[in-house]
């Protein structure tokens, strides 16, 4: 018997680096997994090797920032399978990276209401279904903001993942009595796709990089950057009961780049 046989999970971003890896992980672990993504065709792979290796797997094309798509999406899951166990909430875009002075207001509101509001939303929606039995969610959320400033223009990232662990909190305070754990991972660089989500405005950095010279290479732990595959074995951890008094807590999985 694995961990989680009989489990529903809900996993956002799953196409593609820390979601795929997290969905793979948790369907080998015996969970049923939705795969919700902007694009229904980019998540056909995923389906496909979990289905391969006799796992089930649902695709919900979704934009997380909409509120009704959200909320259509858990009910198409809870119409297939009658419930959620697991929400995943880990779709995320760095956006536009650029100086303060020139991040323009629709740039900023873009990163923010993906990764913020869009959490809020991934959240709010599944607690009709999880109350009544309680479950696991986990927040990807980033050592940027949390522990780190050094990532220059990164302003509106950083502020949604920070955000992001605020709201875990209060979240996992509050749905403590209906069982649901809650808990933020944050993670350092992980070798995904989420360049092609990524926009620096190379000539305005310039001008506010302050020349610091760091130690050769930023990871203590390991020569490279974290795998996808590293990250979800600990979402498998947060969303198993192997983590059952575990709720409310930031778990920074980064090789200890963080405190370079
Ligand atoms: N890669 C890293 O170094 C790193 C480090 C810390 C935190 N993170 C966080 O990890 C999470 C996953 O990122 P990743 O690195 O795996 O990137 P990725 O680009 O490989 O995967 C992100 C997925 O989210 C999807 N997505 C983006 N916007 C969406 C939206 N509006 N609605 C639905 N789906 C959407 C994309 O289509 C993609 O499949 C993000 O929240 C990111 O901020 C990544």
Known sequence: MSQLDGKVAFITGASSGIGRAAAIKLAQEGAKVALIDVKEENARDVKESIEESGGSALIVECDIAKPKEMEQSYQKVVDAWGKVDIV????????VIAPIEDLAPEDWDETINTNLKGTFLTVKYA?????????????TSSINGNRIYKNFGMSAYS?????????GKMAALELAQYKIKVNIICPGAIETNIGKNTFPQEDELEKIKI??????????LEEHAGKPEQVAD?????????????????????????LL
């Open 159 to 167: 502020t949604s993942k920070i955000g992001q662990t605020g709201f």
């Open 88 to 95: 995943f909430a880990n779709a995320g875009i760095n956006g």
């Open 234 to 258: 600990l979402v498998f951890f947060l969303a198993s009961d192997l983590s059952s008094h575990i709720t409310g807590t930031e778990v920074y999985i980064d090789g200890a780049e963080s």
């Open 211 to 220: 020349p610091v010279e760091y130690p050769e290479g930023n990871q203590p």
């Open 127 to 139: 607690i009709p279904y999880m109350k009544k039995h309680g479950g696991s969610i986990i927040i």
